[in-house]
C-alpha cells in the first residue's frame, strides 16, 4: 500500500549554572530558512535588559547545574544576620614559601563584564612529561579561582560550553593575575506551526558552524538539541537544522550568535500531523499489520511503517 499524504499546518540561544545564564540577554527572534515571508533575525538585546527566564539545559558534557533555592524569610522576632564582609575580608589567601599563586577569571571580551560561572579551568604543565603527555595540574569549575602553584611555565585552558582559550603563562615570585577574554554568547531554539508550538518531544536541532550556503561538508556542533536547551557557543554564524518529526519536515535557518548575549530562536515550520488508516469500507475500524510507505512524487520513501494507525509528519 503506498500513501501519499499532503496537509497544512493548524491554526496556529550553558546554561550549566543559572549564575552564567543571568549574564546573557535574551532577545526573541524568528529565524526561516530563505522564505520572505518570514522577517529576518533581529539582533540580541544589549546586556543590561531584564534577565532571562531559567536554562533548562545546556549541551556541555559533564558540566553541574546550578540550583539556587529560594530564600525563606526570617521567623518573626528573629535577629537579622551581620551582613557577609567582602570576599577580600572572608578569608585571606596563604601562599606557602616557594609556591606562586595565579588568579584567573574570564570575561565576554574587552570591555564587557566577567563570567560569573558555567567555567571549566584547567591547567596544564608547559612541557609534556616522559611519555609526550601534556599533563593536567589542576582544574576548577569556580568563576574565579586561583590556583597555588611552583614557579615555572604553565598552560592554562578555560572552557566555556563549546568554546575555550588557552593561554601560556609564566610564574615566578609575585602573585599573577590572567584575565581571559572569550567571545562566546548563548542560544535557545523552538519550532513552531503558525501560532502553535511544537512540543519538545517532536523537535530537534542540529548546529553546524558557519553558513548553509557555504559550500562544503561540515560536522555538527551540537546534535539532538532539545526545545529550551541553552548551547554556549564562540561568537559567530551557524546554521541550524531543526528536524520535526521523523519524515521530511527539515528546515535550516542561519544564526548569529553575540558575545555575552542569549539569542532565543524560533523556526517556522510549514508542516502538518497526517494520521493514516486503512478500512475495508467507508467508516469501517481500521485494519491492523497494514505496510505503510510514504513516498515522494519522485518515488523516494519519507517514512515506511507497519500498524493500525501509523502517524506521519509532512513538509507542506
Avoid at 2 to 17: E, K, L, M, S, Y
Avoid at 54 to 66: E, K, R, W
Avoid at 155 to 161: A, E, H, K, L, N
Wanted: hydrophobic residues 45%; neutral net charge; aromatic residues 6%.
Amino acid at each position: 500500500m503506498v500513501a501519499r499524504g499532503q496537509g497544512t499546518a493548524g491554526c496556529r540561544w550553558w546554561f550549566a549554572a543559572l549564575f552564567a545564564v543571568a549574564a546573557l540577554i535574551p532577545e526573541e527572534v524568528s529565524a526561516q530558512s530563505t522564505d520572505p515571508m518570514f522577517a529576518p533575525p533581529r539582533p540580541p538585546a544589549p546586556i543590561g535588559s531584564p534577565a532571562p527566564p531559567p536554562a533548562v539545559g545546556l549541551v556541555t558534557p559533564g558540566s553541574p547545574t546550578v540550583v539556587t533555592p529560594p530564600v525563606a524569610a526570617p521567623p518573626a522576632g528573629a535577629v537579622p544576620a551581620a551582613p557577609a564582609p567582602p570576599p577580600a575580608a572572608q578569608s585571606s589567601l596563604v601562599v606557602p614559601p616557594g609556591q606562586v599563586a595565579l588568579m584567573v577569571s574570564a570575561r565576554f571580551g574587552r570591555d564587557p563584564p566577567a563570567i560569573p560561572g558555567a567555567l571549566h579551568w584547567r591547567v596544564y604543565a608547559d612541557k609534556p612529561d616522559a611519555n609526550g603527555v601534556f599533563r593536567v595540574i589542576k582544574e576548577d569549575r569556580a568563576a574565579s579561582p586561583t590556583f597555588v602553584l611552583p614557579p615555572g611555565g604553565y598552560v592554562v585552558d578555560v572552557s566555556f560550553g563549546l568554546a575555550n582559550l588557552a593561554k601560556r603563562v609564566q610564574l615566578r615570585a609575585d602573585t599573577v593575575r590572567e584575565i581571559f577574554e572569550i567571545a562566546a554568547g548563548g542560544a535557545r531554539f523552538e519550532g513552531r506551526v503558525g501560532d502553535s508550538r511544537i512540543p519538545a518531544g517532536q523537535i530537534s536541532f542540529d548546529v553546524y558552524p558557519g553558513s548553509q550556503f557555504e559550500p562544503g561538508d561540515k560536522r555538527p556542533m551540537a546534535r539532538d538539541v532539545a526545545t529550551g536547551e541553552l548551547v554556549l557557543l564562540p561568537e559567530g554564524t551557524y546554521y541550524v537544522v531543526s528536524n520535526y518529526g521523523d519524515g521530511n519536515a527539515v528546515m535550516r535557518s542561519d544564526i548569529r550568535v553575540q558575545a555575552g548575549k542569549l539569542t532565543d530562536v524560533t523556526i517556522n515550520h510549514r508542516a502538518a500531523v497526517i494520521t493514516l488508516k486503512l478500512v475495508t469500507e467507508r467508516g469501517g475500524e481500521a485494519l491492523a499489520n497494514t505496510a505503510w510507505s510514504v513516498l515522494t512524487p519522485g518515488g523516494d520513501v519519507i517514512k515506511e511503517s507497519i500498524g493500525a494507525f501509523p502517524r506521519v509528519i509532512l513538509a507542506e
